[in-house]
């Protein structure tokens, strides 16, 4: 049983800190993985003495030593699952919006009614030279993957060089001796290169590209592939390392949460009917986290058809989204909330949002039926 995550979970520190390297190396390069500030990911562990929290876990980001450096455990969402009887996760990281630019860090995950603890392989979490990695999304449909059922999702610290091209063409003679050639068939080509590449990683990209499904940034690669080392660099962990994948650049991949919950809106007001003298002069949107207003980002107020105000200056404290209203006479009202006005703490766009709702006359006095009930 071999665990290929890419952040994978070992008990003890030393085990997690432990990535294979020559026993000859003596210099130490452990960037090949950078997660971005503000992008989800998600990894499925294939531990053979298995994992499980039934919901009792706390995250955190740690330095080398384990001193623990920041707590994300909000930003974690673990689901489990049983894979030839023995327990394992699938967990997906929220963008945890902190950087730590090229310090290695490493993720701590504990059993909080326990003692457990695991810890995963020293990883970058920054956005600093981002331009110098790729994002793959991967899958198969069998084995502990078919089980799992997610796209994998990992950042490196390898980029997109140039771009290739091959084709193949059938060729036949014909009688008088003339040679022709058929319709070419042309492949796409992206060339790919690792400054730094270590054992650990190699072995993980090797099973990346083996998946029949693999998206680089968005784009999918369309065949399998087993990659050859190169020598080591002097005394160091690393060598350089270059790849070539076949590019479909109309097959694309948009990542969204998978075990997260969406950005949504859960409530919203006014919505309904109303009274003139039962009805607040407010717009008011409640979303299931918080949010920031986008520059740009309105609200706008239709009445029987007719747009009568738009509102710039909207009122946000951490998950709520509001504005006061001109008063709020009788007739028929649209609410329009523009695409990406707001921005969740998880990085992702609001999208159009609209309602309607009513102000009619009431249908009784309130003078009505008092004789009937005991009123205070």
């Not at 060339?191 to 784009?219: A, C, H, M, Q």
């Not at 919950?261 to 919203?268: K, S």
């Not at 404290?317 to 209203?325: E, G, M, P, Q, Y």
Request: with cysteine; aromatic share 14%; proline share 3%.
């Amino acid at each position: 049983m071999t665990d290929f995550s890419f952040i994978r979970l070992e008990p003890t520190l030393d085990k997690g800190r432990n990535t294979r390297p020559s026993p000859v190396s003596n210099i130490f390069y452990l960037s090949q993985i950078q997660l971005s500030t503000k992008e989800f990911y998600c990894q499925i562990t294939n531990t053979k003495d298995g994992i499980a929290f039934d919901g009792n876990y706390e995250v955190f980001v740690t330095d080398c030593n384990g001193t623990e450096l920041l707590d994300i455990t909000t930003k974690v969402r673990i689901t489990e699952f049983n894979y030839n009887g023995i327990e394992q996760i699938k967990y997906e990281i929220a963008p945890i919006g902190t950087d730590f630019f090229k310090r290695n860090v490493l993720l701590k995950f504990v059993h909080t009614v326990s003692d457990y603890v695991w810890y995963s392989n020293p990883i970058i979490i920054s956005d600093y030279e981002i331009y110098k990695t790729s994002l793959f999304e991967y899958r198969d449909y069998t084995g502990i993957d078919a089980v799992a059922n997610v796209m994998q999702s990992i950042r490196l610290a390898c980029w997109f060089d140039t771009n290739d091209a091959e084709g193949e063409t059938s060729e036949y003679v014909r009688l008088n001796g003339v040679k022709v050639s058929g319709r070419l068939i042309r492949t796409e080509l992206e060339n790919y290169k690792f400054e730094k590449i270590d054992n650990f990683t190699f072995r993980r990209l090797n099973y990346l590209l083996s998946n029949p499904i693999v998206y680089v940034n968005g784009n999918r690669a369309t065949n399998k592939q087993t990659l050859k080392s190169s020598e080591r660099i002097g005394s160091t962990n690393i060598w350089l390392q270059e790849f070539t994948l076949p590019i479909d650049y109309n097959d694309t991949y948009t990542s969204t949460p998978q075990l997260f919950e969406p950005l949504e809106l859960v409530t919203f007001y006014p919505s309904g009917d109303f009274t003139a003298d039962g009805i607040i002069d407010e717009i008011s949107l409640d979303f299931n986290r918080n949010i920031t207003l986008q520059s740009g980002g309105d609200i706008k107020l239709f009445k029987n058809g007719l747009l009568i105000a738009t509102y710039t200056v909207i009122d946000v404290i951490n998950n709520n989204a509001s504005v006061t209203t001109l008063p709020l006479t009788n007739g028929e009202y649209r609410v329009e909330v523009s695409e990406n006005a707001f921005l969740s703490e998880f990085n992702e766009l609001s999208s159009f949002i609209f309602w309607t709702f009513n102000v009619l006359n009431g249908e009784y006095s309130n003078t009505d039926y008092n004789t009937e009930f005991l009123i205070n």
